[in-house]
């Protein structure tokens, strides 16, 4: 526990400007990230008699070791700062929503030629038009189905599109009057695009208009005597209807509002969150969090604004917005809004009229959800608790496994050899700590082997870090050995800073975070407060396997001079458990939790790896000879194939034929020849299913551009292991 007198600054360092601050640990870590229109008033009031502090502060300014801000020229660039930063660096005294759910999206994907209507989750993707989010997927597609009837918009994906377009047949929709069949020109893109925009009008609330005109059309038909056409026009407005139906008006005023509501006890708050449009209720969702720091209902609801509107623009950040309580001061939060929206928004507290009444719903939901959700965290935590005790007790283990790793590995008849790595904490995926691995040291098939291998490379990255950190003492006998060819790997999803550079297993996958975005923070951190990778030990390591497997792991790990983490196998024959140099396997009753968490983990290693796997043997199958041709880029190639129907023709061609070809010059045709001359195949490529001889090569694009493998897919996946 530091004092925070060892790190308060001088005085006269703070300036009295507003700005970001961030406290850090003494691993570097940053644990809290706040903002303050006078910097020197608010970190004065972190500085004070202990006493005087609340426990969460004193907590907090307790585990820090060090103090730094960032002076910005407004209170809005504190805001905007302040969100980056919390995003960016997961701080753990900072207040962090998550959803309790990753709702679907009724999306629109107007950034297409031929926009498509689809459910969506996730991560939403510039020139895509969000409508929801929905409790259920099936909601989506019950509106979507009746809405279809007058907007006729395509749904289908892109390879049925293509496929229906080669073929000249549209799909069932098209048939039944549901999609305009863009894809066989019936409609020209410009006349599908229009329907589109008539589609998101409606779904934003615009709905009058379109009933209107249906009737005033169905009018006119019956006038005319068209008795057909007016039947289906009564038919398309009874279906308008139906669909507004299943959002009943809540607002006369035709409003476009989004109202937050706030239910909390001393350790947790619940968010609710009902999204207005025209009047009517589109969308609801709730997020739940722990109150890690001191804090307001008011600021509760300025942090609920930044996880909303922080990643939000145009229309998405609706006019108004309701709350129960505002932020302290609210007009950088109300400025900040009507930047990310780029007009007024109005930020403000519900007095009277339906508004209230609605804000009362949504403070009832709150209420429920955070009820709820404490009796299924009760009722887990039970669950989980009793399933680390009985892993516990079965192997003998000091303490319960609160990080259990699992490795598995897997390949495709001993081609293309992967590993995964997954991680549990107290019972629970920790998605950003996966890891996954190429099996290089070797090739061929040999399960033990490649488990040596793997755990040889992660322990030997952990002791890496651990002498790096200054955690590594003189009387540990055990060095690290790393080699020059390894190396840190960039992190998959992207942005942040490099890491530092630290020799790293160039095979190793960097973190891939689930649909929360959840990172763990609990192991030690880069220089700039980011998590390391591999630094954080386990308490057990489990493998995919039996007792070889097992002796693999603990002989791997004893040669790196690790003696302090617990190693066992389960077996999928009979679910046993096999621990090092024992003889028989430890059996878990049936009904066991422990059982149930340890087959959890092995099932989701499996996974994991038989992902990687495919993944890398469909690009295998992808490869071509064409690839090495350097400035080749997809369209040429793409031009290649169709021009000449195969690889086989195109590497039996003359350069002068290869030149007729639009955009190759005959410098890059002398090179596509060479390329394909040392690429020649010893032998035809034979398909393992019929006996049939491949007229193409296995592993190359057809003429079509599709990847030509051998074997039928049933047969090439009861191969993988």
Request: glycine residues 8%.
């Amino acid at each position: 526990m530091a004092d925070p007198s060892s790190y308060r600054p001088k005085p006269g360092e703070i300036p009295d400007s507003p700005g970001v601050y961030r406290f850090r640990d003494e691993h570097r870590r940053v644990i809290y990230v706040g903002k303050a229109k006078s910097l020197r008033q608010r970190l004065a009031n972190y500085f004070q008699d202990l006493a005087g502090l609340h426990p969460r502060t004193r907590s907090m300014v307790t585990t820090a070791a060090s103090v730094e801000w960032t002076v910005v020229s407004t209170e809005v660039e504190a805001l905007q700062l302040e969100y980056s930063w919390i995003k960016e660096y997961d701080p753990r005294f900072n207040v962090k929503y998550r959803d309790d759910k990753s709702y679907p999206y009724l999306a629109v994907t107007m950034n297409e030629e031929y926009p498509r209507v689809q459910v969506m989750r996730g991560h939403k993707k510039k020139g895509v038009r969000y409508f929801g989010p929905y409790a259920h997927a099936w909601a989506i597609r019950d509106t979507v189905d009746l809405l279809l009837r007058v907007f006729p918009v395509r749904t289908c994906s892109a390879g049925v599109f293509k496929n229906a377009a080669r073929t000249g047949r549209p799909c069932l929709l098209g048939y039944i009057g549901k999609c305009s069949a863009p894809c066989v020109g019936r409609v020209s893109a410009e006349e599908h695009r229009e329907l589109a925009e008539e589609f998101c009008d409606f779904m934003t609330g615009r709905t009058s208009t379109y009933i209107r005109r249906l009737e005033k059309q169905m009018a006119e038909a019956a006038d005319e005597m068209e008795y057909e056409r007016a039947a289906r026009l009564r038919d398309d407005i009874g279906a308008l209807k139906k669909a507004m139906e299943k959002n009943a008006v809540v607002l006369a005023d035709a409003t476009d509002a989004d109202l937050i509501a706030v239910a909390e006890d001393e350790l947790e708050a619940a968010v609710q969150i009902f999204h207005v449009r025209g009047g009517r209720v589109r969308g609801q969702r709730g997020w739940v969090t722990d109150k890690v720091e001191e804090i307001t209902t008011g600021a509760l609801v300025e942090h609920a604004l930044q996880q909303l509107y922080g990643e939000e623009t145009g229309d998405a950040v609706p006019k108004e917005v309701l709350v129960p309580a505002l932020p302290d001061p609210v007009e950088p939060v109300q400025e900040w809004l009507a930047g990310r929206r780029g007009s007024g928004v109005s930020l403000r507290i519900p007095q009277r009229g339906d508004k209230k009444a609605l804000m009362e719903t949504v403070q009832r939901n709150a209420q429920q959800a955070l009820v709820l959700h404490k009796t299924k965290r009760a009722s887990d935590l039970t669950t989980r608790s009793r399933a680390l005790e009985e892993i516990a007790d079965a192997l003998d283990l000091d303490s319960a496994p609160l990080r259990i790793e699992c490795y598995d590995i897997s390949h495709l008849q001993g081609d293309d050899v992967v590993a995964s790595m997954v991680v549990f904490e107290d019972g629970l995926a920790r998605k950003s700590e996966y890891r996954r691995f190429q099996i290089k040291g070797f090739a061929g098939q040999d399960d033990v082997r490649s488990m040596h291998e793997v755990i040889t490379r992660r322990f030997r990255r952990y002791l890496a870090e651990k002498e790096k950190t200054g955690e590594w003492t003189d009387g540990e006998s055990a060095q690290p050995s790393v080699t020059d060819g390894e190396r840190t790997a960039a992190p998959a999803t992207g942005g942040g800073n490099a890491v530092a550079p630290v020799p790293h297993d160039e095979n190793a996958v960097a973190p891939m975070t689930d649909g929360n975005g959840d990172r763990v923070g609990t192991g030690p951190t880069e220089d700039d407060g980011r998590p390391k990778k591999f630094a954080y030990p386990p308490q057990l390591v489990v493998v995919d396997g039996g007792a070889p497997q097992v002796a693999a792991a603990r002989r791997a790990m004893d040669e790196l001079g690790i003696d302090d983490i617990a190693v066992c196998g389960l077996a999928k024959r009979l679910e046993e458990v096999w621990l090092p140099g024992d003889d028989d396997p430890v059996v878990l009753p049936r009904t066991s939790e422990g059982l149930y968490l340890l087959q959890r983990v092995r099932d989701e290693a499996h996974r994991f790896a038989i992902t990687y796997q495919r993944t890398k043997r469909s690009k295998r199958f992808r490869s071509s000879p064409l690839d090495d041709v350097p400035g080749l880029g997809d369209t040429r190639k793409q031009a290649l194939l169709k021009h000449f129907g195969s690889l086989k023709k195109l590497r039996s061609a003359t350069i002068d034929q290869i030149c007729e070809v639009p955009g190759i010059g005959r410098k890059t045709a002398e090179t596509i020849a060479v390329a394909l001359a040392r690429s020649a195949p010893a032998a035809p490529a034979v398909n393992t299913a019929t006996g049939e001889i491949m007229e193409e090569e296995p592993g190359t694009m057809g003429s079509s551009g599709e990847p030509v493998t051998t074997g039928t897919p049933d047969e090439r996946r009861g191969q993988e292991t």
